[in-house]
Every structure is written in C-alpha cells, then in structure tokens.
C-alpha cells in the first residue's frame, strides 16, 4: 500500500508539471506568434539556423526557409499557431490525468469508475484525437498560404493511437462502473 501510494504522488505531481510546462509553452508561442507578426524583419536575426531549418510541435513540422532559401515568417506564423492550440489541447490531457490519479488518491472510498473519472478519461480521448487532426488542418493552410514546394506534408499516427486508447478505456471505465453499481445493489 506504503509503495502505491508513492506512485500515485509521483504521478500526480508529474502529471502537473506536464500540465504547468505546456501552459508555459503556450504563452512562449503565443510570444513567437506576436514576433513572427509585428518584428518579422528582425527575426531571421535572433534565429540560428545550421542545417536543419524545420521547426515543429506535436508532430507538425514546418521549414522556415523557403524552396529558394529566404526566410519565411509565415512558416512560424502558421507553427505558433498550430502550438498554441495543440499545446493548450496537451495541457488540458494532463489536468484530466492529474484530476483522474487525485481522484483515486483521496483516502475515501473513490472509485476510479466514478462518473467523473469516466468524463475525463473520455475528454482525454477526444482530445488527443483532435491535436492531429489540427496538425493536418493546419498543413493544408501551410500549403495554401505558402505553396506546395515549401512545405512538407506527413501524417503522425501517434494521437489518433493515443486517442483511440483512451475511448477504448472509457468504455472498459464505463463496464466496471456498470459492474460496481450492481454489486452495491447486492449489498
């Protein structure tokens, strides 16, 4: 008992700091796309770029410098933005888990089918789900605004995977809340 208690502190503090660094990331990129649109002619400066010159978030990579080698604000325009939103989407998948592990924490008799255990694990699902599919919208507006031969489509499966996983639990969370409110009808 003494040792899983222990992870489940470590857990939840893990769980917040995960959640804390992605709303820092949030207001960094939040300050990269206030920069990228006010001091555009300023930012090939302050950027050091050796040979690789994509930038990218959550599977969403970006090339800053164009087919013919200038610098493109708006490849960091169009990033910041996508961060801002999958970043913001992360942040919130980590308060669900660090309300989920204080859930089960509490001393009392929580369940960790409880309703709200349910919802969030839910929430963390559609959430995961959507960072891609953000990415992908966003790759599809890269293309538009700054031409097919300066950008790089791909597709991460990996939040799809998480995604589905989750909304996979949510029903196995959903059966054993089921299974526990019949056997505290028996009792």
């Known amino acids: 008992m ?34 990228s649109i006010f001091f555009q002619d300023m930012l090939p400066n302050y950027i050091v770029m050796d040979n690789d010159t ?11 410098l164009g087919a013919d080698g200038s610098f493109q604000p708006g490849a960091l325009i169009i990033l910041s933005i996508f961060a801002i939103i999958a970043l913001a989407l992360m942040a919130m998948v980590f308060r669900n888990l660090y309300l ?4 089960i924490s509490r001393e009392s008799d929580n369940s960790p089918f409880s309703k709200d255990n349910i919802r969030r694990v839910r929430e963390i ?11 992908q919208i966003m790759q599809v507006i890269a293309v538009i605004t700054l ?11 990996d939040g799809f995977m998480m995604g589905i996983l989750a909304l996979v ?3 196995i969370f959903t059966y054993g809340a089921r299974l526990e409110s019949d056997v505290e009808g028996l009792l």
């Not at 003494?2 to 990331?25: D, T």
């Open 54 to 64: 994509t930038v990218g978030c959550y599977g969403f990579d970006i090339n800053v």
């Open 2 to 35: 003494q040792r899983n208690m222990f992870v489940i502190r470590i857990s939840k503090v893990l769980a917040k700091i995960c959640e804390i660094a992605h709303w820092v990331g949030v207001v960094c990129m939040v300050i990269l796309l206030v920069l």
């Open 147 to 157: 031409g097919a031969e300066n950008v790089e489509m791909s597709v991460s499966l």
């Open 100 to 103: 989920i592990v204080k859930s």
């Open 169 to 171: 639990l949510t029903q």
């Open 125 to 135: 699902g559609i959430l995961a789900i959507a960072v891609p599919i953000v990415g």
